[in-house]
Every structure is written in C-alpha cells, then in structure tokens.
Antibody, heavy 126, light 107 residues
Framework: QVQLQESGPGLVKPSQTLSLTCSVS??????????WNWIRQPAGKGLEWIGR???????NYNPSLKSRVTISLDTSKNQFSLRLSSVTAADTAVYYC??????????????????WGQGTLVTVSS | DIQMTQSPSSLSASVGDRVTITCRAS??????LNWYQQKPGKAPKLLIY???SLQSGVPSRFSGSGSGTDFTLTITSLQPEDFATFYC?????????FGQGTKLEIK
C-alpha cells in the first residue's frame, strides 16, 4: 500500500518561497501511470487543487497560482516537490500531497485522489 | 474553470438516519465526479469515484449517483463514525475543483 508523507518548514516569511517535499514509500513513484498532486486547505476552509506532475516535463497548474508554482519530480529519491514563491498570509494552509489514481472505463478515463499524505501546516508570517 | 456547488453546507442528523448531499457542476462533467470524507485534523478519504463506484473498503451504506451537472451522495443508516465533512470534486478537466464542503453533524 503506497504511502505519502509531506515534509518541509512549518513557517515561511512573507515574500519568500515555500518548499515542500512529498516522500512516497511502499511503491515506486515511477510505477504505473500516475499523476502526483499537491492540494491545500486553509484552516476551516475548503480544498484547493494546486497542481500535478506526471513526468519531469509534464505538469499542470491551477491558473490562480501558476505564476508562482513549480512542481518537480525526483525519481532517484522517490519524491516530488512543491515550490510556491512570493508567499503571503493567504498561502497559510495545510498542504497535502496525493496520488491521482485512474481507471480506463467504457465512458472514459476516470481519475481520483488516493492515497493522500497526512498533510503539513505551513504558516506564512514574519 | 468548473465551479462545484454543494448543498446543504451543513446538516444535522441522527444515528440511523438516511442523508443525501447534493453537488452541482457549473457545466456538464459526465460522470467525472468524486466524493471524499474528511474528519477533523485528517486528510480527506476517497469514498466514491466516477460518480457511483464505491472505493474498496468503504461501507456499502455510502452510494453515489448522477451524471452531467447534478450528483448526489447518499448515506443510509448513519453510523457514529460517519459524522464528518464531505466534499465533491470534479475530475473532468484541470484545474480540478472541489465543492465547498458539507458538514454533517450529530443532531
């Protein structure tokens, strides 16, 4: 059973860059045709999809964050990472990594997020 | 971008009740709709994918239906462990988007 674990600084200063890593265990990040995603959730609020990576040159980002986001893959370490630049207090949230599973069915290719990491709180404050 | 709207935003129910949560997409998304359950301090857990397929290990009292723009999550015979917040999510196109959540509370 694949497991994901986020890690990184819990406190970032305004205007700096948030950097998080998601470590994948009990499975290879290269196995299967999976996308690897980042999702965030401000305290008491809903979920916001940040972006995903398939291979090192195949990424999709939320347009609302695209100018500030970079997601990268390190297959040698079985990890993928998130960088979010020029952060403000509005970027304070619990950040989750998640694998995008999928199934090919008659009606199309259906995707979903499972499993998820446990989440890590990042606070933007001076 | 596709907007997802859930109703109600909150719901009170008793153990044993049947509840239904609705999710509406701003455009047709066929059956590209997933449901998640989130408990406080925990990551969301996948319940239903492709509108009506039950994720392995999820109790059969959970079911999903719908296609196009209107979807429902139904929980029959509520159990104490079911009280949580539920989110729908469209996987039709990126940027993926979630509903605002429905908080299910004990009456």
């Amino acid at each position: 059973q694949v497991q994901l674990q986020e890690s990184g600084p819990g406190l970032v200063k305004p205007s700096q860059t948030l950097s998080l890593t998601c470590s994948v265990s009990d499975g290879s990040i290269n196995s299967g045709n999976y996308y690897w995603n980042w999702i965030r959730q401000p305290a008491g609020k809903g979920l916001e999809w940040i972006g995903r990576i398939y291979t090192s040159d195949s990424t999709n980002y939320n347009p609302s964050l695209k100018s500030r986001v970079t997601i990268s893959l390190d297959t040698s370490k079985n990890q993928f990472s998130l960088r979010l630049s020029s952060v403000t207090a509005a970027d304070t949230a619990v950040y989750y990594c998640a694998r995008e599973g999928r199934i090919i069915a008659v009606g199309g290719v259906y995707n979903w997020f499972d499993p998820w990491g446990q989440g890590t709180l990042v606070t933007v404050s001076s | 971008d596709i907007q997802m709207t859930q109703s109600p935003s909150s719901l009170s129910a008793s153990v044993g009740d049947r509840v239904t949560i609705t999710c509406r997409a701003s455009q047709s998304i066929s059956r590209y709709l997933n449901w998640y359950q989130q408990k406080p301090g925990k990551a969301p857990k996948l319940l239903i994918y492709a509108a009506s397929s039950l994720q392995s290990g999820v109790p059969s009292r959970f079911s999903g239906s719908g296609s196009g723009t209107d979807f429902t999550l139904t929980i029959t015979s509520l159990q104490p462990e079911d009280f949580a917040t539920f989110y729908c999510q469209q996987s039709y196109s990126t940027p993926y988007s979630f509903g605002q959540g429905t908080k299910l509370e004990i009456k």
